[in-house]
């Protein structure tokens, strides 16, 4: 069973930077797109950030132009760079890949989390 392994995490203070990274610990083909997902405490897990094969990108509007996705093809990962935190962006952060192995069908891949703290 292919695991997303992330990293990056960690506290920082308003207007400071983090840059999570993701990767799978095996080999995952068919990816359709990379994304970035965060859940707070008493919210619903919520996109922040994605990535498709083509490298066409969206972000929540929260995030725009503090956030920049990126991804490495040849290694499968995917990154957050995170810039000018604020308290509110304090989250569990989770990666997601979105794979289509066949027709029809999807196979979602998450990792584990990645705690980010931003303190005021």
């Known amino acids: 069973q292919v695991q997303l392994v992330e990293s990056g995490g960690g506290l920082v203070q308003a207007g400071g930077s983090l840059r999570l990274s993701c990767a799978p610990s095996?080999?995952?083909?068919?990816?359709?797109?990379m994304g970035w997902y965060r859940q707070a405490p008493g919210k619903q897990r919520e996109l922040v950030a994605g990535?498709?094969?083509?490298?066409?990108?969206n972000y929540a509007d929260s995030v725009k132009g503090r956030f920049t996705i990126s991804r490495d093809n040849a290694k499968n990962t995917v990154y957050l760079q995170m810039n000018s935190l604020k308290p509110e962006d304090t989250a569990v952060y989770y990666c997601?890949?979105?794979?289509?192995?066949?027709?029809?069908?999807?196979?979602?891949?998450w990792g584990q989390g990645t705690q980010v703290t931003v303190s005021s």
């Open positions: 095996g080999s995952i083909f068919s990816i359709n797109a």
């Open positions: 990535i498709t094969s083509g490298g066409s990108t």
């Open positions: 997601n890949i979105d794979s289509r192995p066949r027709a029809g069908m999807r196979v979602d891949y």
